[in-house]
């Protein structure tokens, strides 16, 4: 009786000893696939791009006076100021989308490096600004400031300091939509790379929340926008 007691006692011993180093088997390898899980990344890139029409202008409009004369060249500048403001308010511009700037006035004989040979004293900028909302407009009547010529107003190029400048402010509005469409194309790359790679897309690790970019669609078409998001994503993956 006591050997068969031992026995069976003998026998639950081992029975528990296998059962307890099957189970450490499994926790050790569920434990190493969770390490080796963790250390399987995919980085990915979303884009969304979309192009649209800006929805805001600023037009610098310069004029020069030049002479010897400072009181006739103001009077000159406020004649001139005046017939380009009613051009503006004739063609549809509001009168709160039009300021007038402060003249700017180069003395000549001030200049230190300057030619004093010159035949005039004075050079007279003014600038008058046009803000808008309605760029379609606003760009007909850019498009027809020749007919300034005929009343003599000759409208000067602002080079670098003075652009036509066109903008896209209403991006916000597109910004969720956008950066769904970046997020969605990175989960097609990832879930590409996924399959690829014979592993299944799990969680996302990390994300940004993407860099917007609003460009001219080319040097012609200024007053057309490319706005860009791109976003980057990183899942880890799984057998």
Partial sequence: MKKTAYLNEAIVIACGMVLGFLLLGWFLKAGIDDIANKDRKVTVKGLAEQEVEADKVTWPIQTKEIGNDLPQLYGKINATNATIK????K???KEEEISVNAPTVIDMNAERY???NRGYRYNITSTITVSSRHVKQV??????????LRQGIAI????YEAPIKYEYVS???M???MMTEAIKNAEQTAQQFAENSNSQLNKIVSADQGQFSIENRDENTPYIKKVR???TITYSLKD
């Fill in 86 to 89: 009613a051009f503006l308010l």
């Fill in 91 to 93: 063609n549809g511009v």
């Fill in 114 to 116: 300057g030619d004093n």
């Fill in 139 to 148: 760009r007909s009547i850019i498009a027809r400031q020749g007919e300034l």
């Fill in 156 to 159: 000067v190029d602002g080079g």
């Fill in 171 to 173: 991006f916000k509005d």
């Fill in 175 to 177: 910004k969720p939509k």
């Fill in 229 to 231: 998001v791109v976003t």
